[in-house]
Nanobody, 129 residues
Framework: QAQLEESGGGSVQPGDSLTLSCTPSGYTVSRGCMAWFRQAPGKDQEGVAA???????TYLDSVKGRFTISKDNAKNTLYLQMVSLKSEDTAMYYCAADSRPCHPRYARQPPSRGDFIYWGQGTQVTVSS
């Protein structure tokens, strides 16, 4: 059973940057599909970004151009680099993984919760002035 551990969250001001990390155990980031999700208070969880085993990526429209998902196979770590943060980015951010490649529909839409079986506990990101 794989376990995922997120880190890097914090409280920042609008316009600041943060980089989240996800370090799995029992799972290899070079394989399968990995993603970041977020859930703000009172809102549904939404898929933010996904990266496939071959490095192809997909993003939620509202984060395109500001967020970058990447992975370091040597360090077995997934990242989410976030710049130009906005108050609406405030949420708990979760790392997710699955041993299968990303679904082909990810070529045109952000990740879906039901496609992932491994989840981290989350890291809080708060953007406030």
């Amino acid at each position: 059973q794989a376990q995922l551990e997120e880190s890097g969250g914090g409280s920042v001001q609008p316009g600041d940057s943060l980089t989240l990390s996800c370090t799995p155990s029992g799972y290899t980031v070079s394989r399968g599909c990995m993603a970041w999700f977020r859930q703000a208070p009172g809102k549904d969880q939404e898929g933010v970004a996904a990266i496939d085993y071959d490095g192809s990526t997909t993003y939620l429209d509202s984060v395109k151009g500001r967020f970058t998902i990447s992975k370091d196979n040597a360090k077995n770590t997934l990242y989410l680099q976030m710049v130009s943060l906005k108050s609406e980015d405030t949420a708990m951010y979760y790392c997710a993984a699955d041993s299968r490649p990303c679904h082909p529909r990810y070529a045109r839409q952000p990740p879906s919760r039901g496609d992932f079986i491994y989840w981290g506990q989350g890291t809080q990101v708060t953007v406030s002035s």
